[in-house]
């Protein structure tokens, strides 16, 4: 259905629809560069797994709604079209809430209402507002897998550094080995607390914009 | 003294911004100006306190399983709890609305100091993961009134503190990538990390 939909008229090439997919990803990132999404993203980032979870749901997510609001752009009268977008948006959220809940019922319990949460997810919001509104089906669902995977990658960073100093574990996994223990190594124990996710998060934002020099913020 | 425990409990310990992260979109864009931090604040208390114990008697009298039997007793048999987060998100841009309108027509003044933020509130996940938490910790209603309270509060305080120490170091020296989001996200942490020294405070 996508591509029938997606046909161009104007004959848009392959490497402009592959933008939709890189930008997001690096120089437009929607958590660093857009400050979008952070509400829900930090609080599951203490370890790898609930992270890699909740990366997956926001694909689902973003992915359907913005191939959905792009096939309703043009019937759905301006006025209400926040209450459209939210009702698609809980839609999808409340799939995956139940599909989690009956296939994955421990991680479920771990994200608890951060599953819910994807709703107000300012990324999902913001990208059916400013790009699923006004685009075609096909670069709106690539559009959603790129700022998917540029959360995602935030997310996963995030939590894996956190994991990896705060339990020396990877997905459950003893990674920092036993004898360094015995040699007086321990872990630290801010990075399980809820501040550390915002230190790492800072220090993510500021290696990206001391190396995209255009980022920096000049106000 | 229960829902005291509540509200000071939700306010510094388990604060919505600094321990849960909610809000945080609003929380970092609007900090900016400390009048527009003030006035974000105040709508967030307002809209919380009410929206919180509204969906708890949806909740009561709607979503939970069997809570249709009020209705008709062949009812006690559904239900429709999956329906929490549609009703619930539902429940906060109506409200959302209704407060606005009721405030342009009879508080002018309130309305202007608040007007621009109103519809914001909609999507600020603080206000969702407040009826959330309300839905997850099985409180009674005054008690979701203390919490809905309570959280607003926590919002407010953290939002005028960040937007007053964004004031406090404009001047400061601020290594150049880092100026911004950047710096912004290491003062809430640390905000965050003074907050913890709060846990352990019972009424």
Redesign the interface.
Known sequence: MGEVAAAPRKKVSFRQYLTHLTEPVQRMNPITVQILGICSALAVTVKLKPALFMAGAVLFVLVFSNFLISLLRNTIPHRIRMIVELVVISFFVILVDEVLRAFAYDVSKQLSVFVGLIITNCIIMGRLEAFAMGNKPLPSILDGIGNALGYGIILIMIAVVRELLGSGTLLGWQVIPASWYELGYINNGLMVLPPSALLVLGTIVWLHRAWNKQLIDVS | MEWLNIVIRTTFLENMV????????SY??ISRQISAAFGLGLAVIFVETLTVPLNWVLKKYFLDPGALAWLHPAFAQVDVS?????V???TI?SAVQLVEMVVERFFPALYNALGIFLPLI????????AS??M??RDYTFGESVAFGFGAGLGFFLAIVLLASIRYKIRYSHV?????????A??L???L??AF?SFAGIQL
């Open positions: 600094l321990a849960y992260f909610l809000g945080m979109c970092l864009a999956f329906l929490t987060f549609l619930y998100i539902a841009a909609t999507v600020n996940c603080a206000i969702l993961g959330l938490f839905n997850e290594v150049a990538p880092l100026r911004g989001l950047g710096i996200f290491i809430t942490a640390l965050g990390i913890l």
